[in-house]
């Protein structure tokens, strides 16, 4: 079930603010950039991303 869509009946959906799928797309966006927490990467993982670029800029520059 996704959580855009309201399946309601249509007298519900007005009591509640008959709010259209777009709205209710973008109060989520919203939410999830305000409240996103990113988890970061292990230290061994960005010390390898880190050897990858280097190694990809002195290659490439």
Do not use: C, F
Not at 7 to 16: D, H, K, L, P
Not at 23 to 44: C, F, G, N, Q, Y
């Amino acid at each position: 079930m996704t959580r855009l869509s309201n399946i309601s009946s249509y007298e519900t959906w007005e009591q509640r603010g008959s709010r259209t799928i777009d709205e209710v797309a973008r109060e989520k966006v919203r939410e999830i950039l305000a409240t996103h927490k990113v988890t970061p990467l292990p230290e061994d993982v960005d010390r390898e991303i880190s050897r990858i670029l280097q190694r990809a800029e002195s290659e490439l520059l």
